[in-house]
T-cell receptor, first 113, second 111 residues
Framework: EAAVTQSPRNKVTVTGGNVTLSCRQTNSHNYMYWYRQDTGHGLRLIHY???????QIGDVPDGYKATRTTQEDFFLLLELASPSQTSLYFC????????????FGSGTRLLVI | GQGVEQPDNLMSVEGTFARVNCTYSTSGFNGLSWYQQREGHAPVFLSYVVLDGLKDSGHFSTFLSRSNGYSYLLLTELQIKDSASYLCAVSPYQGGRALIFGTGTTVSVSP
C-alpha cells in the first residue's frame, strides 16, 4: 500500500543538538514536503522538493536544512536545535497534479529542551 | 501577502449540521482542499474543489466561490465522532505544488 512513513515518531534532544528527521514515500510521487504544526499557526511549509537532488525553500526555513537523496527519501536536518523548534513535524508527498493526492505521514513530535 | 483564514472554533449538536468557513487571498489559484485532523494525527483528505459551486459528497459537501475567495465545508447529520479539526488548504500557482493551510477550525459536536 502506498504510504508516507516518518521516523522517529518521537524525539527529544537538547538545545544545540543535531537532529535528523526521515521521510520515505512509496507513492511514486515527484513532490515531497516538510511542514511544522504549532498551535495558533497551523501547518507551515519548511522545505520541499520536486525530485532527487532538488530543494526548494518554504515559508519558515530558518534553522532547517533538507536533502532529497532519492525519489523516495526526504530528510529534514536541524544542526543546532533550539527550543523554538519544538513542534509536530509532518512530511507529505504529492504527484504535482491536482493536489487531491497529497498524502501525509504520521508525524514526528520533537521536543528540544 | 498570501493567507488562508478560518474561524478557530465551531460548536454544534449531534444530528444537525455544521458549516466551516474558509476565506483565502493568494497570488493564484489551482484548487482548494479540505482535511480532517484529529489531535496529534496526520491530516486526512476529505475533498478537493477547483470549480465554483457546491460539490456534494454525502456526509461532507464543499462550496467554492473563486471570485469571493471563499469556500465552506458542510458536515450534515453530525455525529459525535465528527468532532475534530478541519483544515482548509489552497494551492496557488506560485511556490511549486505546496499547499497553503489555514490554522484549522475545531468542530465540537455535543449530544
Amino acid at each position: 500500500e502506498a504510504a508516507v512513513t516518518q521516523s522517529p515518531r518521537n524525539k527529544v534532544t537538547v538545545t544545540g543538538g543535531n537532529v535528523t528527521l526521515s521521510c520515505r514515500q512509496t507513492n511514486s510521487h515527484n513532490y515531497m514536503y516538510w511542514y511544522r504544526q504549532d498551535t495558533g499557526h497551523g501547518l507551515r511549509l519548511i522545505h520541499y522538493s520536486y525530485g532527487a537532488g532538488n530543494l526548494q525553500i518554504g515559508d519558515v526555513p530558518d534553522g532547517y536544512k533538507a536533502t532529497r537523496t532519492t525519489q523516495e527519501d526526504f530528510f529534514l536536518l536541524l544542526e543546532l536545535a533550539s527550543p523554538s523548534q519544538t513542534s509536530l513535524y509532518f512530511c507529505a508527498s504529492s504527484g504535482g497534479g491536482s493536489n487531491s493526492d497529497y498524502t501525509f505521514g504520521s508525524g514526528t513530535r520533537l521536543l528540544v529542551i | 501577502g498570501q493567507g488562508v483564514e478560518q474561524p478557530d472554533n465551531l460548536m454544534s449538536v449531534e444530528g444537525t449540521f455544521a458549516r466551516v468557513n474558509c476565506t483565502y487571498s493568494t497570488s493564484g489559484f489551482n484548487g482548494l482542499s479540505w482535511y480532517q485532523q484529529r489531535e496529534g494525527h496526520a491530516p486526512v483528505f476529505l475533498s478537493y474543489v477547483v470549480l465554483d459551486g457546491l460539490k456534494d459528497s454525502g456526509h461532507f459537501s464543499t462550496f467554492l466561490s473563486r471570485s469571493n475567495g471563499y469556500s465552506y465545508l458542510l458536515l450534515t447529520e453530525l455525529q459525535i465522532k465528527d468532532s475534530a479539526s478541519y483544515l482548509c488548504a489552497v494551492s496557488p500557482y506560485q511556490g511549486g505544488r505546496a499547499l497553503i493551510f489555514g490554522t484549522g477550525t475545531t468542530v465540537s459536536v455535543s449530544p
